[in-house]
């Protein structure tokens, strides 16, 4: 008796959580916004970039369809022996953009795409009146670059940011299951106060990166995007997360990168926004015992399985919603078997919701994070010391810059 009257309120918790789910990705499909007027405007793109690049030319090819293209390109390397810097002066030989490669040097306080990120905007951060920094492995749309610069000219915002949409590369499960968790954090709402950013993608005004400091500060953060979104809040700027900057990112993990990324975003949050992280964390131990008790349900009771078939139901149609959003700003349907696996993805949502609270768990030891080829030691949310790999034994799923 009092096993079914905790599954059953267990059960009430995941119904709750699945009407949430659908209610929040039908308000975030809705309020994607069409660019009903071409966007002229001069910005230069700053581009951290470490390893083999094996979607450079992809990502090159992206920006020479964007409709409002970026009148600079800097890349910015950590040494003359990164793989990268050799395959970005091939780039600037063959590109009509104007490019320009940075070496940045090791960094000794921060992370290294911190160090790089600050190292070309002392360079060439005012150098035209819009700065847009960019991941290299996002595939934006052509109206990407219009999208994150419109409310800059309109002088509506000083911070401009977006998201990922994640785009399986293999049929692995871990990407699968990683892509799917991803996809439904792309279609929660996210705050315009300055909380959260995006590193991948986000653009300032010219006076904001003065205003912030951002070179300076830069040079002594762990996390570029979460870094930026405390200091534009402190200073008051004005940050708008904008639903249509939604970008393709492609992904391919191994259960053990697909952890270790979790971790470190998580570990991210707790250095710098512990009350997201407090958040996240008692939202997934909710989720996690909603579809457990469900799932209990539907096997013993006629009414059980009637609510675990509305859960699923539900959760459904909130990733078909998720779908539209990613149509309405301008990201094609993929077809492929990956994404019919991926609506059968609710079956699994206990093992979903564990991997989630893993990732969440291990990020509780702060006193180290591994990103890319660097190992960082942590005291205090402060970069002590930095140990690096040779870039060839890094995959292409562990060096990711966002």
């Given at each position: 008796?009092?096993?079914?009257?905790?599954?059953?309120?267990?059960?009430?918790?995941?119904?709750?959580?699945?009407?949430?789910?659908?209610?929040?990705?039908?308000?975030?499909?809705?309020?994607?916004?069409?660019?009903?007027e071409p966007v002229t405007a001069r910005a230069v793109m700053i581009v951290p970039?470490?390893?083999?690049?094996?979607?450079?030319?992809?990502?090159?090819?992206?920006?020479?369809?964007?409709?409002?293209?970026?009148?600079?390109?800097?890349?910015?390397?950590?040494?003359?022996?990164?793989?990268?810097?050799?395959?970005?002066?091939?780039?600037?030989?063959?590109?009509?953009?104007?490019?320009?490669?940075?070496?940045?040097?090791?960094?000794?306080?921060?992370?290294?795409?911190?160090?790089?990120?600050?190292?070309?905007?002392?360079?060439?951060?005012?150098?035209?009146?819009?700065?847009?920094l960019a991941d290299i492995d996002i595939l934006p749309p052509p109206d990407w670059l219009?999208?994150?610069?419109?409310?800059?000219?309109?002088?509506?915002?000083?911070?401009?940011?977006?998201?990922?949409?994640?785009?399986?590369?293999?049929?692995?499960?871990?990407?699968?299951?990683?892509?799917?968790?991803?996809?439904?954090?792309?279609?929660?709402?996210?705050?315009?106060?300055?909380?959260?950013?995006?590193?991948?993608?986000?653009?300032?005004?010219?006076?904001?990166?003065?205003?912030?400091?951002?070179?300076?500060?830069?040079?002594?953060?762990?996390?570029?995007?979460?870094?930026?979104?405390?200091?534009?809040?402190?200073?008051?700027?004005?940050?708008?997360?904008?639903?249509?900057?939604?970008?393709?990112?492609?992904?391919?993990?191994?259960?053990?990168?697909?952890?270790?990324?979790?971790?470190?975003?998580?570990?991210?949050?707790?250095?710098?926004?512990?009350?997201?992280?407090?958040?996240?964390?008692?939202?997934?131990?909710?989720?996690?015992?909603?579809?457990?008790?469900?799932?209990?349900?539907?096997?013993?009771?006629?009414?059980?399985?009637?609510?675990?078939?509305?859960?699923?139901?539900?959760?459904?149609?909130?990733?078909?919603?998720?779908?539209?959003?990613?149509?309405?700003?301008?990201?094609?349907?993929?077809?492929?078997?990956?994404?019919?696996?991926?609506?059968?993805?609710?079956?699994?949502?206990?093992?979903?919701?564990?991997?989630?609270?893993?990732?969440?768990?291990?990020?509780?030891?702060?006193?180290?994070?591994?990103?890319?080829?660097?190992?960082?030691?942590?005291?205090?949310?402060?970069?002590?010391?930095?140990?690096?790999?040779?870039?060839?034994?890094?995959?292409?799923?562990?060096?990711?810059?966002?």
């Open positions: 008796m009092i096993a079914e009257i905790i599954a059953w309120a267990g059960g009430a918790l995941g119904l709750i959580s699945a009407v949430v789910t659908l209610v929040t990705a039908h308000v975030m499909c809705r309020r994607v916004p069409a660019l009903v970039a470490t390893g083999d690049l094996p979607r450079l030319a992809a990502f090159h090819d992206a920006l020479l369809a964007q409709r409002c293209r970026p009148a600079r390109i800097v890349f910015a390397v950590e040494s003359v022996d990164d793989p990268a810097y050799a395959r970005l002066l091939a780039l600037v030989a063959s590109s009509p953009f104007s490019i320009d490669v940075v070496v940045a040097g090791e960094a000794t306080a921060s992370s290294q795409k911190c160090r790089n990120q600050a190292s070309a905007l002392r360079l060439f951060g005012q150098s035209e009146p819009y700065v847009v219009g999208h994150l610069l419109r409310p800059l000219t309109r002088d509506v915002a000083d911070v401009v940011t977006g998201y990922r949409w994640t785009m399986p590369a293999d049929a692995r499960p871990a990407t699968v299951l990683g892509t799917w968790i991803d996809r439904s954090v792309a279609g929660l709402p996210k705050p315009n106060d300055g909380w959260l950013a995006w590193g991948g993608s986000i653009a300032l005004r010219r006076d904001a990166v003065e205003r912030l400091g951002l070179p300076d500060l830069f040079e002594r953060e762990i996390s570029d995007d979460l870094s930026l979104a405390k200091a534009a809040r402190r200073a008051g700027a004005r940050v708008i997360f904008r639903r249509s900057v939604l970008l393709p990112t492609p992904v391919a993990h191994s259960f053990a990168s697909l952890i270790a990324f979790g971790q470190r975003q998580y570990q991210m949050f707790l250095f710098y926004q512990w009350p997201l992280w407090l958040a996240a964390a008692v939202t997934v131990v909710a989720n996690l015992f909603g579809s457990v008790a469900l799932l209990w349900l539907a096997f013993h009771s006629p009414a059980g399985l009637a609510a675990y078939a509305l859960s699923l139901i539900m959760i459904a149609a909130a990733d078909q919603r998720r779908r539209s959003m990613a149509r309405r700003a301008g990201i094609a349907p993929v077809g492929g078997v990956v994404e019919v696996i991926l609506r059968f993805m609710p079956l699994l949502l206990p093992v979903i919701h564990l991997l989630h609270l893993a990732a969440i768990v291990l990020s509780l030891d702060r006193r180290k994070v591994v990103w890319g080829h660097c190992v960082y030691r942590m005291r205090g949310g402060r970069v002590t010391g930095i140990e690096r790999r040779r870039w060839s034994s890094i995959v292409s799923s562990d060096a990711r810059g966002d």
